[in-house]
């Protein structure tokens, strides 16, 4: 168990509908990130958000959008769902935003939920 | 151009055997962390092993060991002692300054033989 929380594991929903994904970090961490793994297209780097910011962003569609709250839990909010949106949808925490030189942090992975758009 | 490499979409080892899955980068930064991630059938992200681009010695923990050619832009993981419970799928990322991204290669799927 990495201490990251993610909800709901799994999830059913229709075309052109909206979901919103929900992680909460390990216990002290500051940084979140999101990860979408689909069949074709591997693991990919969605955005990063530290400290309620946002740091870094990846291949995240428009239709696609994140937070980071107060409490440092993070929604993934996905909206005008496509059949190619079905994937597995990871969260992962750090302790700080990584970018210190030769930092050994690591980020840890939530469980992921499991996205069928039909 | 990919920034991780990996070659071998699947490999098939014999129980205590050990096993090599290879990993290439790419990467115009000086420094840079290397990380294997190994996820099992029920789908989680399990970290196993990290190397910095300015660590001198190859890093170890437990039965995994990281061979790193940093001339030759490697980072091949070797498995050791190889466990029915190592059947799983690999993956290796990078790390690169700036920002924080991580970028994953396509993974090697492991079946370890009885």
């Known amino acids: 168990d990495s201490g990251v929380t993610q909800t709901p594991k799994h999830l059913i929903t229709a075309t052109g509908q909206r979901v919103t994904l929900r992680c909460s970090p390990r216990s002290g961490d500051l940084s979140v990130y999101w990860y979408q793994q689909s069949l074709d297209q591997g693991l990919q780097f969605l955005i990063h958000?530290?400290?309620?910011?946002?740091?870094a962003k990846g291949n995240i569609l428009e239709r696609f959008s994140a937070q980071q709250f107060p409490d440092l839990h993070s929604e993934l909010n996905l909206s005008s769902l496509e059949l190619g949106d079905s994937a597995l949808y990871f969260c992962?925490?750090?302790?700080?935003?990584?970018?210190?030189?030769?930092?050994?942090?690591?980020?840890?992975f939530g469980p992921g939920t499991r996205l069928l758009v039909l | 151009a990919q920034k991780i490499t990996q070659t071998q979409p699947g490999m098939f080892v014999q129980e205590k055997e050990a096993v090599t899955l290879d990993c290439t980068y790419d990467t115009s930064d000086q420094s840079y962390g290397l990380f294997w991630y190994k996820q099992p059938s029920s789908g989680e992200m399990i970290f196993l092993i990290y190397?910095?681009?300015?660590?001198?010695q190859n890093a170890t923990e437990g039965r995994y060991s990281l061979n790193f050619q940093k001339a030759r832009k490697s980072a091949n993981l070797v498995i050791s002692a190889s466990q029915l419970g190592d059947s799983a799928m690999y993956f290796c990322?990078?790390?690169?300054?700036?920002?924080?991204?991580?970028?994953f290669g396509t993974g090697t799927s492991l079946t370890v033989i009885p």
């Open positions: 190397q910095g681009s300015y660590d001198e």
């Open positions: 958000y530290y400290n309620g910011e946002e740091r």
């Open positions: 990322a990078m790390r690169e300054r700036p920002g924080n991204q991580f970028y």
């Open positions: 992962a925490s750090s302790v700080t935003s990584g970018g210190a030189v030769g930092s050994r942090e690591t980020q840890y």
